[in-house]
């Protein structure tokens, strides 16, 4: 049963930290999306990559945030330092095309920064 | 102005009703998708949509293109169903845009 995995599942933090959140997509799919979901702004898309590549980041605050894909087995996104308005649940998802086929969800990681 | 709008945005059913939810958008899109999101948080990709109409089990899921409007039907609701449905559209510049979710609660 193939599934995209997420971990941490939930990491608290305080304010100023690191945090990393990994991601492992499907085997075999080749487009991977970062999104944020909050209360206030529902889902949000962060970022994505075609065949590791970053195709769009532009969700991204691109001061504290980074995404990248060091293998077709990995997707990691970072905040550094963290902020409180950083707390939301990060949705990874991976597929096979950019718009037009089904996105698997992973399980998220819900992140607290104190 | 969101490029998604949904409606409504609470909605609460008899179990058994017919449900029905409704996505406008304002950009070109290369699919439009429908999410649901159970309590738990979990998201589950439910259909991803072109053109016409697409069924599974008592879900179906239609759109309109020259309307630019989708509609996601649930036939013989049922508590199972109480979950956040989330309308997405891919753009044909490949952006993502969200409407902010449907809430049902279906009660027994």
């Known amino acids: 049963d193939a599934r995209v995995t997420q971990t941490p599942r939930h990491k608290v933090t305080e304010m100023g930290q690191e945090v990393t959140m990994r991601c492992q997509p499907i085997l075999g799919h080749n487009t991977v999306f970062w999104y944020r979901q909050t209360m206030m702004q529902g889902l949000e898309l962060l970022a994505y990559f075609r065949n590791r590549a970053p195709l769009d980041d532009s969700g991204m605050p691109k001061d504290r945030f980074s995404a990248e894909m060091p293998d077709a087995t990995l997707a990691t996104l970072k905040i550094q330092p963290s902020e409180p308005r950083d707390s939301a649940v990060y949705f990874c998802?991976?597929?096979?095309?950019?718009?037009?086929?089904?996105?698997?969800f992973g399980p998220g990681t819900r992140l607290t920064v104190l | 102005k969101n490029e998604v709008e949904q409606s409504p945005q609470n909605l609460t059913a008899q179990e058994g009703e017919f449900i029905t939810i409704n996505c406008s958008y304002s950009v070109g899109i290369s699919a439009l998708h429908w999410l649901q999101q159970h309590p738990g948080g979990g998201i589950v990709s439910l259909f991803m949509?072109?053109?016409g109409k697409k069924k599974h089990g008592r879900l179906i899921a239609t759109i309109n293109i020259q309307e630019k409007h989708s509609s996601l039907h649930i036939t013989a609701s049922h508590p199972r169903d109480s979950a956040v449905y989330i309308c997405a559209v891919g753009s044909s510049g490949n952006q993502f845009y969200f409407g902010t979710g449907t809430s049902l609660t279906v009660i027994p």
């Open positions: 998802a991976s597929g096979l095309m950019l718009a037009t086929d089904t996105q698997y």
């Open positions: 949509l072109s053109s």
